[in-house]
């Protein structure tokens, strides 16, 4: 073998990284460890929240030396291998997008008294009311107002909507529509915003009914980070910077009216004081800490009138108290304060009266973040003046951005950079031209959120549409500024209603049971392995292992999130791991038996199988690939973790295993190394089976079995989980812990089996409920009986009794704390992408076969056994329903889909290859005789794989718990049928199609 030295090396340089990047998630773990230890009364309930802020001590603080380098426990989290929702819970957030905010926008931020009084009080009425906002907002308004609404909303921006004549009943159907389209778009926009953060498979659903959205995601370990990233509207604006050389005269104005009160304050002060002792420079202080501003001079002046406080020690210390209008120095270029000022300063500008003294054309902004001063230590914050066109409005916003990413700055520094479209790259080349023409030149401010990010002076004309934020960012703030642009802005400010932690979709319970059932049956395998391959099968098992430990490692690497999905991919590459390994020494026993020397049958088994391995991996990859860049959600954490398994896969199965069989071997032929033992030597060798004969009673069978299944589900349909179609939610209260799992088992038969999710909502003796029971009956009889079998389910499970009131909660009685209608996890758009990325990939199989294998039916048999498993696995589902065994259709389902297809195209792929292997020989012109003759010497191949795979599956299905019962079935299923298809549909359709018999 060439380049082993390049294989060992790459090896130990993998291992390397892997060891090192794993050693973070174990010290993670310890330290989750400890904080749930922490948070666990003498009664064993756990207190989540008190656990996150157990982390929150300790997110800056080190948690790790490794060899003398010290690492902070954020540092550690960010370089760990990181759960989804489903293995580890993560933070729940509730939003509600201001409705107040939407209707102002509709009626172009309407003055009318009597228009913003409804809306306050529409929103007092809210507080004790579960009806929409904009039915409060009328009812408010027809209380107050005596005028129509269509003279409130008639704008110039509502021209075609709303008219003058319009009733109310018009007006408010446009209000409504604007109201739902906006929590539409905030639903999209957060979503994306969520996918771009870095998390993966992450819940959001609409609260029905109202303007809420429920956010739940996973491994959220910084909840500010998390709250900036939702509530942020996005809102960018670009700005002509008013420089203070214009604006001087308004300025002194407005000092020397800040100074005249304090000198009113100081004589009525002195008026009404008659001793020394009261006039003490701490009373001064407060009394002048209602109005601070002035310049130091005036200060001076306006102090030395009172004598009794002349001393120039006094004068410091009230200096120390007060920050100038003028800032702390003019030589800075701007007006720049004591960050603990601000928000005095800010009151002041917001008077009128100082207003009025400020040219109409301009607006104050506070820069977005304080710098500090490394001389003083203090914290400083700078206030700008941007000029403010007609109908106040900027010249540009953040509607031209195409593209944003975070990027360095010229310092090397981290920044945003972006890029416009066409009318804003107009607009922008318009506006640098004319600020770098001023004398001196001018600045133009970047604006988000009414903050200055950064205001830069402009050199010359910008044509390209390309600009930068800075803005003292550390990468992280710039990477979620960049992800926020990208998404979009929101179309009304979001605000917290809610926020909680919450436990895992799947119990520690399912989740333990889950690790052993998938241990127990890798033993198996590798057992299995050696007793049919002897010294081969030690080789495949070191590269098993190889092979799971470098997905894991490299999972780790890129801060990717290991999910059930995910899992259910590395199942795959195990499957293909193991069968890469079986198609070689397969070909080995072939040549061995043929006669060839030891070091020579190894040679040509690794070449022959060579072009099998990767024409399997390829198809598959093509899929991943296909599934991560137009998917969704599961999807595309699934094929995230399918292609780092598919090359790990490959490299262990090929290149180590040769390695380490060379290095066993040696140079001599006389070597003990066996591929084979007596039990497995001559099995299944001479098998003649006439597979092409029987193809007429495999089509029947498979047509008669999914057209009953096809016709269980038109007639039943499926049983779709809440993430497919929302539900109704409850948050139930009780005294001590409660398992999640084993109440998810309780609940299934209260709800007939229906989707129902449970998992810890703030602590474990609080749970979340969430069924689709009922869940497109809207009427109140169908809440109730919910409720009643919700209730039903739990004292029956518990024992205990439910009570209304949560003060009588304790160790015989339960509560039901709250209550909402939830939407679907996977939404229309995530369904669309995820049928999309389908068919793209069916395309590109059928492509990529076609131009390996020069034959259109290769490409069709291929593509119709594809179609045929999933058709099958669906009907098997709606059989097992009709026979009283109901499995959920959820998120997890969908990645079962997905491997049993990944599953399902290797199979097909290897026995082609050997197909053609034979047809290219062209030793016979019976084609029925080639294709028996090719799947019978594949056969050993296809029936080693499919066992060592199903093992594994059939162990998590028969002790894996009843949670993972609906996804292992699946797969058990899939995997079935698709070594069955490669043999009975794929290859006899290639035949049937094939005119030239």
Known sequence: MQNKGAVVALTIIITFLCVYYLSFTFVSRNVQQDAVEYATDETGVVNLSKKQNYLDSVWNLPVYNLFGIEYTYKEVKDTELSRGLDLQGGMHVTLEVSPIDIIKGLSGNSKDAKFNEALQLAREKQKDSQARFATLFYESYQEIADRPLAEIFATAANRGRISRSDSDDVVMDVIEKEIEDAIDRSFIILRTRIDQFGTSQPNIQRLQGTGRIQIEIPGADNPERVRKLLQGVAKLEFWDVAELSDLNNSLMAINELLVTEQREALKAKKSTDNTTEETSSENLGDLLSADKDTTESDLDAALSSNEQDSTQSKLDSLSAQISPLFALTKAQGGLIYDVRDTAEIGNIIRRDDVRNLLPRNVKPLWEVKPTVDESTGMELLQLYFVEVGRGGQAQLTGEVITDARQDLDEYASPAVSMQMNAQGTRVWRKMTAEAANQNPRGRIAIVLDNLVYSAPYVNGEIPNGNSQISGNFTIEEAKDLANILKAGSLPAPTRIVEEAIVGPTLGKIAQSQGIISIISGLVVVVLFMVAYYAKGGLVANIALVFNIFFIMGILAQFNAALTLPGIAGIVLTIGMSIDANVLIFERIREELRNGSKLREAIATGYKKAFSSIVDANVTTLLTAIILYVLGQGPIKGFAITLMIGIFCSFFSAVYITRVVVEWMVGKSDDSKVSFSTPFSKNLLSNINIDFMGKRKIAYMFSIVFIAIGMTLTAVNGLNLGVDFQGGRSYIVNFENPVVATDMKIALSESFENTGTEVKNFGGNNIMKVTTSYLVNDETDG??????????????????????????????????????????????????????????????????????????????????????????????????????????EIDQVFVAAILTIIGYSINDTVVVFDRIREFLNLGTSTDKLQIFNTAINGTLNRTLMTSATTLVVVLILFLFGGEVLRGFSFALLVGILVGTYSSVFVASPIVVDLDKKN
Not at 810 to 838: L, N, P, Q, W
């Open 782 to 887: 169908a809440d109730k009986k919910v409720r009643e079998s919700l209730i039903s389910g739990i004292e029956k499970f518990t024992g205990q009794t439910y009570v209304k009131d949560d003060s009588q909660v304790d160790a015989e009685h339960f509560t039901i704390s709250g209550s909402s209608k939830v939407g679907a996890t996977i939404a229309d758009d995530i369904k669309s992408a995820s049928f999309e990325a389908g068919i793209f990939a069916i395309i590109a199989i059928f492509l990529y076969i076609l131009v390996r294998f020069r034959k259109w039916q290769f490409s069709t048999g291929a593509i119709i056994a594809l179609v045929h498993d999933a058709a099958f696995v669906f009907s098997a589902f709606a059989i097992a329903g009709l026979l009283g065994i109901k499995y």
